[in-house]
């Protein structure tokens, strides 16, 4: 392959030696729409495309273009491919940045974001008592000290910020952050077709109310609120007949559980009779099934609300105020989780036997990857649904746990405290916005108590004569002031004008 490359890259070098301007134009303007390795070598790959652009004297481009085809295929981390897109002008006018767009990442966005796939349950190997490889501890993911190097960008702690992982989860979980938005779009679609649960006269006009460039957040707030109690309305999909019942979270439930009350109401009594008839063989073994029938529900487990979200248009997902461009709503459901940077999340060493405490995160995945070991062994070798349905329940305990750490509904062990998950580094007094950004620090800063009074200027404001002589303020001097300053060092540390 690096042959045929570099012999079809010598013909377009020979037809550009026209001028050498035209050959500058030539090495700006070849475009590698393939993948490089961070070795900077070309490695196998499905298909490498080299555009050339040869830039006439006119400032017309005449393309020309070349394909190679592969059928070797590179299993390369996706975090050491690198997209080049060299640029025949660059225009040195710094931009000015608009506005900040937040979205859901894909499970191929987390794989591109990180640098490999954690999936070592050992934090350090024995008896060097170093970072297991492709463990949570990895130093491909950072250091937590001032000696180590970074193994992925061969820098320091001052200089490293650290680096992702991810872990692939054998079956998706709720994301206990967006479980309400995930409620309320299952409310809104049709559990059999995913279509939205709103006649099509409606659905295009409320698809035009949300395109509307002068519909702002409040406005699209209101209708989508009032597209929701259109949803619960509705007993039956305009579109395929089928019926839809309500859906709510199961409170008191171990671990977050969504069910659809698909068999009650006076609407759903064909729904039931049908169920009934499947169920006939197994009620005459055990009568028991018939009381069970009454309160009968359809569970949507993760990977049915999954298919689901994947189902839905565009469009629909316009109609209930989801950007398809930013976030589908397939994002909202966790089928990867990213593992944070060994920075922010570093390793205490103890004094006395030369281990170390980890950090809460630390502890949390190394659970979640040892559960999610051994529900894919349970999956491989013992397929049995009872032991199956367990383990990802704990998966899902886990997970939510990680993210929130007083996760609601959770059954709190006696003499456990809870561990501080992600929610609770952010939100609260001593969280990183109050605690760290809002409220650090600073230099030339004092607090204390301020006292109006009538004989100061508006913006005059009043302090303790201990603040007064103990804060210092930085003045530049110069002619106008320095008379002023010869004063206040003549007072000295004791005088108040000093």
Known sequence: MSSILTRRIQIFTQLAKDTQEEQA???RSILFRGVVSSSGQFPTCNRVDIQYAKIGSE?????????????????????????????????????????????????????????????????????????????????????????????TCKLKLADCAGHFGYIRLTLPCFHIGYLKHTLN???????????????????????????????????????FKKVIEKCKKQRSCPYCDKPNGTVK??????????????????HMEGELEELI??????????????????????????????????????DDCEVLWVNPFIGRPENLILEHLLVPPVPIRPSVAMDVGGGSNEDDLTVKLLEIINVNV?????????????????????LQSQVSQYINGDMPGLKKEMGHKPIRGLCQRLKG?????????????????????ISPDPNLKINQVGVP?????????????????????????RNGPENHPG
Request: glycine share 6%; aromatic share 4%; net charge positive.
């Open 25 to 27: 134009a030539f090495r």
């Open 59 to 151: 400032g017309h481009h005449n393309q020309h273009r070349m394909t190679h085809n592969n059928n070797n295929e590179a299993d390369l981390p996706l975090s050491h491919v690198t997209h080049q897109t060299v640029l025949s002008e660059i225009n040195p006018t710094p931009k000015q940045i608009s506005h900040l767009q937040f979205g859901l990442l894909s499970p191929s966005d987390m794989q591109r974001l990180a640098e490999f796939q954690v999936t070592s349950r050992d934090l350090f190997t024995m008896p060097q008592r170093l970072p297991a490889a492709n463990g949570v501890l990895d130093p491909r993911l950072g250091v937590s000290d001032k000696v180590g190097t970074c193994s």
């Open 185 to 223: 779009l299952l409310q809104c679609i049709c559990k059999t077709c995913s279509r939205v649960l709103l006649p099509e006269y409606e659905r295009k006009q409320t698809l035009k109310k949300m395109r509307n460039t002068r519909t702002d957040a409040l406005g699209k707030a209101s209708i």
């Open 249 to 266: 979270k199961v409170h008191g439930a171990p671990t977050l559980k969504i069910v659809h009350e698909k068999y009650k109401g006076r």
């Open 277 to 314: 008839e499947s169920l006939e063989g197994a009620m005459q073994i055990n009568p028991e099934i018939n009381h069970a029938l009454r309160v009968a529900v359809e569970d949507l487990l993760p990977t049915r609300v999954l298919e689901l979200f994947k189902a839905m248009t565009d």
């Open 374 to 394: 051994a529900l894919e062994l349970n999956m491989t070798r013992n397929p049995q649904t009872k032991t199956i349905m367990e383990g990802w329940d704990v």
């Open 429 to 449: 007094k001593q969280g990183r916005f109050r605690g760290n950004l809002s409220g650090k620090r600073v230099d030339f800063s004092a607090r204390t108590v």
């Open 465 to 489: 004569v201990h603040v007064a002589k103990t804060m210092t303020y930085p003045e530049c001097v110069s002619r106008y002031n320095i008379e002023k300053l010869r004063e206040r060092v």
